[in-house]
Structures are given as C-alpha cells and as structure tokens.
C-alpha cells in the first residue's frame, strides 16, 4: 500500500530563517509525482511545489525547494527566508495514477517574529 | 479562472437528517475528486470522477454517502442519516487528465449534533 508519513506533527522557525519539512513515502511504483501543499488556518489548501520522479532535479519555487532522494523515499520541503504568512500546516502528498492524492499527516509550522 | 467552489460553506444538522454539498471545479478540468478531513489530519480520498464517470470510491465511502456528476461538470456529494462521525471538512478538488496537481476548494464544514 501506499503511505505518506510526516514525522514532525509541529515545526517553527523565526523570520528570515530557513526550515526544513521532513516526508517519506512508499510505493512500488516508478512513476509518480510528489506534491507539497499549504493549508493555511481556516483557509483553503493551495499547491506549494511539485516534483515528478522521473526527474533527478530537485524542483524550486522561489523561497521553496525540495530535497528528492528517490532511492530513499524521501521528499523533504525548505523554505528559505521565513515569513510569517508561511505560517501554515504543511502536507506531502503522493499521486502514482492520476487519481488519488496520498496525504501525510501534516506538519504545522508557526513562524516567529 | 475562478476556482474551485463549494456551497455550504458550514453546515450543521442534526443527526439522521441527510445533507448535501456541491462543487463547481474549474472549468476546463475534467477531473473531480472528494476528501474528507478531520481536524489535525490530512485530507482523505472518497470518490473521484472522470467527467460524469465515477471511476474510483474508497472504503471510507459507506452506503450513506453517495456522488454525482451529472453533466460532468458541477458535482453533489450526499449523506444519508448522517452521524457524529461524519463530522468533518469535506474538500473537493479538480484537475485535467492525467497526473498532476489538484486544485482544492475552501471545503464544507460539516458538523453533525
């Protein structure tokens, strides 16, 4: 089966620092994508960044990057230049066939100023 | 390019009464998908739709529960004697064919007494 595990239920970072979201995932399929989103507090959840496995670059999105490491399973998020409006819950999802997301439980993270 | 919306927003009732909710997705995706999510967890998937086929139902998704898609644009999801459980944000999401990123709406609160 396919799972998705976020294990930093919390995180929190001051502003201008640079955090790092942990996600490891399995699956036994080749293809996939790999998607961050952000859920910020009582407000709909938006796409952050995407990374298809096919491809070995680390994808990027301004302040946002990934760390792909497709042998490991492992998709960690860095947000660089912290700002409070990245005060949000986190989640790494999984998409192997187009149907489906694959949530993680989340990883709230609050920004300090 | 308006979005994703969902009508209710919030919505209480009382246990046994039946419910439901709608989504429009954007308007050139084909795909529609339901979750739900229960406070501090990560989205779970219900139902999904290509166009007005409903191609894939989760576990999660009892007898009570029911979706259409009937002109393979807007869709309802309905609950029948619902229960305290049901009590959660139901998203819904849309995307075009394939794999890749879903767009989510801002979600109906369902909460159930």
């Known amino acids: 089966a396919q799972t998705v595990t976020q294990s930093q239920p919390e995180m929190s970072v001051q502003e201008a620092e640079t955090v790092t979201l942990s996600c490891t995932y399995d699956?036994?399929?080749?293809?996939?994508?790999l998607f961050w989103y952000k859920q910020p507090p009582s407000r709909q959840m938006i796409l952050v960044i995407r990374?298809?496995?096919?491809?070995?670059q680390n994808a990027t999105e301004n302040r946002f990057s990934v760390n792909f490491q497709k042998a490991a399973k492992s998709f960690s998020l860095k947000i660089s230049d912290s700002q409070l409006g990245d005060a949000a819950m986190y989640f790494c999802?999984?998409?192997?066939?187009?149907?489906?997301?694959?949530f993680g439980k989340g990883t709230t993270l609050s920004v300090s100023s | 390019d308006t979005g994703v919306s969902q009508d209710p927003r919030h919505k209480i009732t009382k246990r046994g009464q039946n419910v439901t909710f709608r989504c429009d997705p954007i308007?050139?995706?084909?795909?529609l998908y339901w979750y739900r999510q229960t406070l501090g967890q990560g989205p779970e998937f219900l139902t999904y739709?290509?166009?007005?086929?409903?191609?894939?139902k989760s576990r999660l998704l009892s007898d009570r529960f029911s979706a259409e898609r009937p002109k393979g644009s807007f869709s309802t999801l309905e609950i029948q004697r619902t229960e305290q459980g049901d009590s959660a944000m139901y998203l819904c999401?849309?995307?075009?064919?394939?794999?890749?990123?879903?767009?989510f709406g801002p979600g109906t609160r369902l909460t159930v007494t």
């Open positions: 999401a849309s995307s075009t064919t394939g794999i890749g990123e879903q767009y």
């Open positions: 699956t036994s399929e080749s293809d996939y994508y």
């Open positions: 990374q298809e496995a096919y491809k070995q």
């Open positions: 999802a999984l998409d192997q066939a187009g149907t489906a997301l694959i």
């Open positions: 308007s050139e995706h084909n795909r």
């Open positions: 739709f290509q166009n007005e086929a409903q191609l894939e």
